[in-house]
């Protein structure tokens, strides 16, 4: 009766349920704790299953050939030429080992090179796209590339169709409405709060009900109360915010790294990156059922509000910098980098009219009479006033000399007040339709990246480059 694992007479014999082979307990007990497993079958083994062997004491005779000094000799050589073999085998791991380490060292350094090299040519491809010359149908000449109009699905269109017999009908001759805000309170108004968020670098404003949404370039959105004058709430983009609007319960930003993010009841419920480049501004339809995007890629985007999907894309040959709906919703406006503002038709993408403003467009925004939009370009410190009605040069209805930099517009329902903001302050330019004529009720030293108007004009919301909003209004 010999041990299954050390080959000798067993001191405290056991067996093995499993496997009916015996052991010495010492051993098995080792060789179970560490491997749970029977060594002769390979099932698995507990303490439990295994059984002593009684046997009758004896005494271990002494192994036969120890019993001399040559037979001593020729053990010990045995074990030296078993250690010598050992030590030879584990050599010749050791240098496989190391082997596979280098060829798995160099398929990571391989790896790293084409990761390195296909993200240098993501952004070679996003670089050329950008400056590429793009035309919505027509011929193309030279370098520029033929990209049909894409327009909305038979849904969407029915939908811009009855937004514009609906909101085109009702604006005829609409009168202001009653308790909004004149003129003679527009010049009383004055800084009624002023509080510094924790937003760095502030680019957007965008008000809803008493609220107000102000994202910046670090990712950063406060949810501002403008009657208890705090931070109700923080969100997080976690990508640079570019532009923002704020709609009922949802909230809409656009980032620098090509993406538009939806947020609602402060959880972020759709994204998408159709952007190439920088998505630079976003619009959203009077239906409120389509949300538009332009970015550097030189394309804009409508969104499907309702499914949350991508509905259209289209190109133009230039990178687009700002965008703006009309009031019907039937055209929609985009400024570009090269100082050009382009008229669409929201249902075809087809070019509908050109306006030149002579620089990067900055900022835009309609009149809601329908007839007017003004805009500003980067640098400028004029506000031009566009008429739809005209062509050409005769389409500049009024030129505003601010007299300083303009970053931000926001025209009041009303169509009487148009907002300017910038670097060295805001002011409010009123037109009167009787007599025709402009006038400038306000002038506040109040530095503003962004400009919206509170309910009934009674509010003057701006926000600084450096977080700070200030609220506006009569005392």
Known sequence: MLCALSGEAPQEPVVSKLSGAVFEKRLIEKYVEENGKDPVSGEDLTLDDLLPIKSSRIIRPRPPTLTSIPALLSTFQNEWDTLALETYNLREQLTRTREELATALYQHDAAVRVIARLTRERDEARDALSKVTVSAGGPSNGDAMVVDAEGLSEELAAKVDETKAKLSGSRKKRPVPKGWTTGE?????????????????????????????????????????????????????????????????????????????????????????????????????????????????????????????????????????????????????????????????????????????????????FSENGFWFAATAKGQTTVTIFDLRKEGAAAQAKVLDIGSAVQGLAWDYSQQFLATGGPAGLTVQQYNKSSKSWSEPLRAAVSAVDVKWGANASKLMAVSGDGKISVLSTN
């Open 185 to 365: 309170d527009i010049t009383s108004f004055a800084i009624q709060t002023t509080n510094p968020l924790p937003v760095p670098q502030a680019t957007t404003i965008s008000v809803e009900e008493g609220f107000a949404a102000v994202g910046g370039l670090e990712g950063d959105v406060a949810i501002y109360s403008i009657e208890s004058d705090k931070v109700e709430r923080s969100l997080q983009v976690n990508e640079p915010i570019t532009d923002s609007i704020w709609d009922g319960t949802k909230v809409f930003f656009s980032t620098s790294k090509g993406s538009v993010k939806i947020f609602e009841n402060g959880s972020e419920i759709a994204s998408f990156s159709d952007h190439a480049g920088p998505a630079t501004g976003l619009a959203i339809h009077p239906s409120k059922e389509i949300l538009a995007s332009v970015g550097s890629d030189k394309s804009f985007v409508f969104y499907d509000l309702v499914n949350l999907q991508r509905a259209t894309r289209v190109y133009t040959n230039s990178a687009l910098t700002v965008c703006a709906f009309h009031p019907d919703g039937h055209l929609f406006a985009a400024g570009t980098s090269s100082g050009e503002i382009k008229l669409f038709m929201t249902k075809t993408g087809e070019e509908a009219a050109s306006y030149t403003l002579g620089a990067s467009v900055q900022a835009l925004t």
